[in-house]
């Protein structure tokens, strides 16, 4: 099965920086990578599909990129409300398996 | 508007079975496919498999196999989860996830979650 790794686990910024998170698939998923927010006690929103493509009424200061094995997540400038364990996802094929988590923190 | 709604919490002995349902509506029912995804606490997300609520056919992740069934009722527009052979690493939320299209499946409705706890 493919594995999905996510860097850094966790991840303290301060109001306004740019972040960046990292998820890398064991073998080439082509553009089949999603990304999700948790926020604490709440149910995961799907944020990003296709690996770039910016789910309807999210913020724009989020944007995704890569394909084959390599993606990133980033937001442009940190804002007290993206406080949340971030999720990426592959669906190329089953088992979709999902990332381990980053935990973004404000500094 | 489409909702998935689930059952509420259950505490299980070690050993036991739990069956956890989720009730779909504001779309065809049988014409989407039903995914299962758990959450230890303070852990992450585990996808645990696929049900086709039109032919009841599923697939499983290898970890579950043998333990877990999907089952659907398309006269309650239900799906159901059952899990044998509780144990305490089962302690979880369950979700119940879906996309409305034939593929790709990446997840933008989720269940509200049921936490089912194992312990003796």
């Known amino acids: 099965d493919i594995q999905m790794t996510q860097s850094p686990s966790s991840l303290s910024a301060s109001v306004g920086d740019r972040v960046t998170i990292t998820c890398r698939a064991s073998?080439?998923?082509?553009?089949?990578l999603a990304w999700y927010q948790q926020k604490p006690g709440k149910v995961p929103k799907l944020l990003i599909y296709?690996?770039?493509t910016l789910q309807s009424g999210v913020p724009s200061r989020f944007s995704g990129s890569g394909s084959g094995t390599d993606f990133t997540l980033t937001i442009s400038s940190l804002q007290p409300e993206d406080v949340a364990t971030y999720y990426c996802q592959k669906y190329n094929s089953a088992p979709h398996t999902f990332g381990q988590g980053t935990k973004l923190e404000i500094k | 508007q489409v909702q998935l709604v689930q059952s509420g919490a259950e505490v299980k002995k070690p050993g036991a079975s739990v069956k956890v349902s989720c009730q779909a509506s504001g779309y065809t029912f049988t014409n989407y496919y039903m995914h299962w995804v758990r959450q230890a606490p303070g852990q992450g997300l585990e996808w645990m498999g696929i049900?086709?609520?039109?032919?009841?056919?599923?697939s499983y992740t290898q970890k579950f196999q043998g333990r877990v069934t999907m089952t659907r009722d398309t006269s309650t527009s239900t799906v159901y989860l059952e899990l044998s052979s509780l144990r305490s690493e089962d302690t979880a939320v369950y979700y119940c996830?879906?996309?409305?299209?034939?593929?790709?499946?990446?997840?933008?409705?989720w269940g509200q979650g049921t936490l089912v706890t194992v312990s003796s």
């Open positions: 296709a690996a770039s």
């Open positions: 049900i086709n609520p039109s032919g009841g056919s599923t």
């Open positions: 996830v879906s996309r409305l299209a034939a593929t790709e499946w990446y997840f933008d409705y």
């Open positions: 073998q080439g998923i082509s553009s089949y």
